[in-house]
């Protein structure tokens, strides 16, 4: 390739040459003035073609737990372009799977002054905010990529935007955000639960029990919808439901934390409580 570039640009820099000793300007002049403007631009195309191949196969590696040639290919690319906010979010990723949270932090803010309109960036940026428990952080960034129109993941974005708002106990927030998640992609699974166990915070124990039911002919059993469909049927007094529900649990998810917070909800308890069905409201949460 780089024989091929100097033979151009040796065939760019003779050419003029050669038209300086003529009387008047070959014909064909205005093409060799359209490939020396274009010789820069397919150049810079082949760099950015070259870039985004790394960092494919940067995240196939990653996929496949392959550390070493991940870095390799996402180092590679950031070498081709420094400037590249696709390559430093691809560093930040590789730097989550090796746990480095300080570091991945920085790839992060990078990506974002390189190009603060890189959604994918912030969001992956507000996952790490959320995990280290830096809720409102975490909202500051989400609602700015959630409503970016141009992202083509907004309805993951106001899934973790709800997620969030729920840890800093904002349910009217978490629900609207989780509802815009939905309108969105009316084929999630994840926000169903989500409301399911918004709504059972707030003791609308029918809705939540309707969005828990529709999460269940989405998805399978997790440990999660587990926990919350025991204090959602424990609540409406469904009292086979919550046997069913428990069973699977101990069964399955002994070494879930789910299932840790479930013995200590055991031991302190009230006695279940009926509910009443057309109100949605019950005593117990």
């Known amino acids: ?70 870095r390799r290919h996402i180092s590679r690319a950031l070498e081709l372009n420094p400037s590249s906010a696709e390559a430093n979010n691809a560093m930040a990723l590789y730097y989550r799977f090796e746990g480095d949270e300080k570091r991945e932090e920085e790839q992060y803010r990078k990506a974002l002054r390189l190009d603060s309109k890189f959604s994918q960036a912030r969001n992956n940026y507000a996952v790490l905010l959320y995990r280290q428990g ?24 106001f899934l973790n935007l709800g997620r969030s708002y729920a840890k800093i106990a904002d349910y009217d927030k978490a629900a609207a955000a989780l509802q815009r998640s939905l309108r969105l992609d009316s084929q999630q699974a994840e926000p169903l639960l989500e409301l399911a166990d918004v709504y059972r ?39 086979n439901n919550v046997s069913s529900y428990e069973l699977q649990l101990d069964g399955m998810f002994k070494t879930s934390p789910e299932y840790t917070e479930w013995q200590a909800w055991k031991k302190s308890s009230p006695v279940p409580a009926q509910a009443d069905m057309k109100s949605g409201k019950g005593v117990s949460k």
């Not at 830096?134 to 129109?149: M, S």
């Not at 809705?207 to 399978?220: F, G, I, P, Q, V």
Request: glycine share 4%; net charge positive.
């Open 201 to 239: 915070i707030q003791g609308n124990y029918a809705d939540a029990h309707s969005y828990l039911n529709a999460y269940l002919s989405r998805a399978r059993q997790s440990p999660r919808s587990l926990w919350v469909g025991i204090r959602i049927e424990q609540a409406l007094g469904n009292m």
């Open 1 to 70: 390739m780089k024989t091929i570039m100097r033979v151009l640009l040796a065939l760019l820099v003779v050419g003029p040459l050669l038209a300086a000793c003529s009387s008047s300007p070959p014909t064909d002049a205005p093409q060799r003035k359209e490939q020396r403007e274009l010789a820069p631009v397919d150049e810079k195309a082949q760099r950015d073609k070259a870039v985004a191949t790394r960092i494919g196969a940067g995240m196939e590696s990653l996929k496949a737990n392959d550390a070493e040639r991940a």
């Open 134 to 157: 830096r809720y409102e952080k975490a909202i500051e960034q989400l609602k700015t990529a959630a409503e970016d129109t141009n992202y083509d993941q907004r309805p993951m974005a």
